[in-house]
């Protein structure tokens, strides 16, 4: 599994058995005119503990007239075709643990549903964030984190080049100082449980070496708004790590050399004097910068919507038709099956049906409904009953796909990693008519983590960039004809590699590119070609995309925004998120809102909160 994405569990088979009792075959059958017996359930079915990959068996015993027919039902929801006194699952592990199981038996007398029986799965450790690389000026310290999942209690043991670091055993290891000696040295975790041990990547600490305290000798401009690029002019700003006006913090600032650096006025800066900061001492400008006011009243805002949802990041989120938004699965302090519904409203979260399947993803249909998957199925929420149906199940098991809502109503799911972490080229289409999920051919290149974007003429999908473990990042792209259900290479490629970015389509037709680790770029659907677009204010990884009502683009990252104006293609700072959310959902209400949901933490904890973006002002 690479190290830029997050690891996704794979699931082991678990059987389930309905022993029937000699009453089923109907032995007064001869006695045609006695009332039929109702179904009974003599033995109920029992808990089970199993250690992935083992199976586990629930028995049911019953007695009543023939003939008996049964339903198997996982945490209350009919498991389609486990109708049958034997039914065996498709693979499970760790997200399968606490699921409920039960099987309500009937005939024409009545109806007789078991207990829930409890499959508790014990498993190896699975990291979900592994650690990343850390810089650090000497002699400031380091911190390296992981996350982890799997049964309790985990045990943690940290080592430096290979060598167990004695004492380091927690989620996180700090370096309390460096020195030029830590160059270069390599950090990983063990984490075990009573099951096994996972490995985690491979960190890398880098050190700078400290220098002499910095000067400002001069600032161009002296005066300007919100967004104008300053000059800073002086000495010893290598290594710079924050520069302010008048104590706000400049989202976005460049040192350009040792004797120059450049910043953006952020937003919420007042008249007052520019620092920067290095790991030798911080330098203050002589004169003030005067921020000119730029916007006085209905000005651009992130507010709390004062309410606070279940912890979660890497979960799904979807509009539904009447505004509310649903929020659903993804991590928490444990992977979620919990659903809840945001009304716009009222500002306010409340609880629905719990998800059937781990949940990664979620998607609007063109009925109403909303479709969320998981790595080998999908389930749809119907906003009319307020209950999932039954799981359709992918032919091939993958996570890092994409899902694209055609406009007849079915829904493409192409490419993603499959169980071994390996991406896959091959397609899948699912028709809400028969519920199922059918072959859809196969991409030219195998990619994970790639956009898929209905173009404008509804005919076609463009299929954006991605990974795999051939050629790295990818630069490629491919339509997918939707009459003809086949792909075809764009001639063009893209100008840079792009992965884990977003793909949005513009007013004038044309789909953005922004995100990752490069910049952006504009497909033209009428010349097939990809053409440079202007370099945002600020890096944007595992940021999110949307396009607004007004033809623009609000982008973030972390807990950083700004606003892509297609016309002039020119980038406008925001004001910051109220906190940083990485791994959040970020959705566009049907007033022009954004809803801003769940994340990630700098704590490497789930945020149980949200915020709305206003364009004007938030009442």
């Known amino acids: 599994m690479n190290s830029h994405r997050m690891f996704s569990p794979f699931r082991y088979a678990a059987t389930l058995i ?3 009792s000699a009453a089923q075959l109907g032995c007064k059958g001869s006695q045609a005119t006695e009332r039929p017996v109702a179904p009974s359930i003599d033995t109920e079915p029992a808990d089970q503990t199993v250690d992935a990959p083992a199976t586990a068996t629930f028995s049911v015993v019953v007695s009543g007239t023939a003939p008996l027919h049964f339903q198997w039902q996982k945490d209350g929801v009919d498991i389609p075709n486990a109708t049958s006194p034997i039914y065996t699952t498709w693979p499970s592990a760790w997200l399968d643990n606490g699921a409920k199981f039960s099987v309500v038996v009937s005939n024409l007398a009545g109806t007789a549903t078991s207990r829930s029986a409890s499959l508790s799965v014990r498993s190896v450790p699975i990291i979900t964030i592994q650690p990343n690389n850390q810089t650090a000026v000497s002699p400031a310290g380091a911190a390296f ?3 982890a999942l799997g049964t309790q209690p985990l045990h943690y043991q940290w080592m430096r080049n290979g060598i167990a670091i004695s004492g380091a055993n927690a989620a996180t290891y700090t370096l309390p100082s460096t020195s030029l000696a830590d160059e270069g040295a390599l950090f990983s975790v063990a984490v075990s449980n009573v099951l096994g041990t996972t490995q985690s990547v491979t960190a890398s600490l880098s050190v700078i070496a400290p220098g002499p305290n910095p000067v400002i000798g001069s600032v161009s401009p002296t005066t300007g708004t919100v967004g104008t690029l300053v000059t800073l002019s002086g000495v010893a700003f290598t290594g710079a790590r924050i520069v302010e006006f008048n104590g706000k913090v400049a989202t976005s600032f460049s040192v350009r050399s040792d004797f120059l650096a450049t910043a953006r006025v952020p937003v919420g800066a007042t008249t007052g004097k520019i620092s920067i900061t290095t790991a030798n001492g911080t330098a203050v400008s002589n004169a003030d910068f005067t921020v000119d006011p730029e916007c ?3 000005c651009p805002e992130w507010k709390l919507t004062g309410a606070n949802l279940d912890p979660r990041y890497s979960h799904g989120a979807a509009r539904l038709s009447d505004g509310r938004v649903l929020v659903t699965g993804g991590v928490g302090s444990d992977v979620l099956r919990s659903t809840e519904i945001f009304d716009p409203a009222a500002q306010s979260w409340s609880q629905a049906e719990a998800c059937p399947i781990w949940a990664r993803s979620a998607l609007s249909l063109s009925d109403g409904r909303i479709m969320a998957s998981d790595f080998r199925s999908s389930v749809v929420y119907d906003p009319a009953t307020r209950h999932w149906g039954a ?6 098991s993958r996570f890092e796909q994409t899902f694209t809502a055609l406009p007849d109503g079915r829904v493409l799911m192409a490419g993603g990693d499959d169980s ?6 091959s397609a899948e289409i699912y028709d809400p008519r028969n519920q199922t999920w059918s072959s859809a051919g196969s991409m030219s290149t195998a990619r994970s983590s790639h956009t898929a974007t209905l173009l404008p003429d509804g005919k076609s999908v463009l299929i954006a960039g991605g990974y795999n473990e051939q050629y790295g ?11 003809s259900g086949t792909f075809s290479v764009v001639p063009n490629e893209m100008l840079s590699r792009h992965f884990s970015h977003n793909a949005v389509l513009l007013e004038n037709g044309k789909v953005l590119i922004v995100n990752g680790d490069e910049d952006p770029e504009m497909f033209d659907s009428e010349t097939s070609t990809f053409a440079r677009a202007a370099r945002p204010l600020f890096a944007s990884f595992l940021g999110q995309a949307v396009v607004l009502p007004q033809g623009t683009v609000l982008v973030t990252a972390h807990d950083l925004a700004e606003l892509y104006e297609p016309s002039t293609d020119t980038w406008k700072p925001l004001p910051n998120l109220q906190r940083a959310r990485p791994f959040a959902t970020v959705t566009l209400l049907s007033d022009g809102r954004v809803l801003a949901a769940g994340g990630l933490g700098e704590d490497i904890h789930p945020i149980g909160a949200a915020e709305i973006f206003c364009s004007t002002g938030c009442n």
């Open 473 to 483: 990042a990818l630069r490629s792209a491919e339509l997918y004809d939707i009459q």
């Open 420 to 425: 071994h972490g390996e991406a896959v080229a």
């Open 391 to 396: 799981a359709s199940i992918f032919g091939t």
């Open 18 to 20: 309905a022993i029937v």
């Open 296 to 298: 006085s009243s209905n």
């Open 145 to 147: 984190s992981v996350s």
